[in-house]
């Protein structure tokens, strides 16, 4: 028979619990403290982080460096959608690297498990040569957290035990403002074109002071804020078309 002492001894080597505002880590499983659980909104600060991904490790706004970053999550290497997705992204990389901005995605495994994941990525993808941007280890959930990756099922369980990322998508720029989220259930792929064309309007808004319409494509026709006057639109935009006064189109 154990005694009780010994039974002690034995569950302290077995068990680390280490606790703080957000989170509290037991037999190397962590759960999460849902009061402390972050909000990200458009306009935020993405969060900081360092952490090991398949290129190695990387501090987060460090790697962004200057340029626009693409982060993207999944639940679990080696699923369907998952896999097409990374795929598909991986396709147009070179097309991002054009924007300047870099592309990370995101998995809640480890590196070994990534590496031998990237081999299908590239197997199930013709137009792909090489897998070559990086994909994050978050096996303990500490980026699903900061970056509030779950849905609401999993939020309402953040306390009773590990919950899976969900699959989002952010868009961050040089100044490590999030600018753009999308979120998906697990039973929808994403449009790796509408990151895309998002992404493209964000920088011609941002450059030339304007707002893109429904359904506005690089090279159709953009939108003049309301807050610029026609005389200041005909200075700055040249010719216009008023179809309201709140509403003139022109070239960019």
Not at 81 to 106: H, P, Q, S, Y
């Amino acid at each position: 028979m154990f005694s009780k002492s010994l039974f002690k001894s034995i569950a302290s080597t077995r068990t680390r619990l280490i606790s703080n505002n957000s989170s509290i880590f037991i037999r190397g499983v962590k759960t999460f403290n849902s009061e402390t659980q972050p909000r990200i909104r458009i306009g935020s600060i993405a969060p900081d982080f360092e952490i090991d991904t398949t290129v190695g490790p990387i501090k987060f706004h460090e790697w962004i460096g200057d340029k626009w970053a693409i982060l993207f999550s999944h639940p679990k290497d080696f699923t369907p959608i998952c896999t097409t997705e990374l795929g598909a992204f991986a396709a147009l990389k070179k097309k991002f690297d054009a924007r300047n901005t870099k592309l990370i995605g995101l998995s809640a495994e480890g590196v070994d498990s990534h590496n031998r994941w990237i081999k299908d990525i590239e197997d199930i993808t013709p137009e792909l040569k090489e897998f070559t941007f990086p994909i994050i280890a978050d096996v303990d959930g500490d980026v699903a957290f900061k970056y509030d990756m779950v849905d609401e099922e999993g939020f309402q369980n953040l306390k009773k035990g590990v919950v899976q990322t969900i699959r989002s998508v952010f868009i961050i720029d040089p100044s490590k403002k999030v600018r753009i989220l999308f979120t998906y259930p697990p039973s929808v792929g994403r449009n790796s074109a509408e990151v895309l064309r998002a992404l493209d309007a964000l920088q011609l808004t941002d450059s030339k002071g304007v707002v893109t319409p429904i359904n506005w494509i690089p090279g159709q026709d953009v939108v003049i804020p309301p807050t610029v006057k026609d005389e200041d639109a005909k200075i700055k935009f040249g010719e216009f078309k008023t179809v309201k006064p709140y509403l003139r189109f022109t070239k960019v």
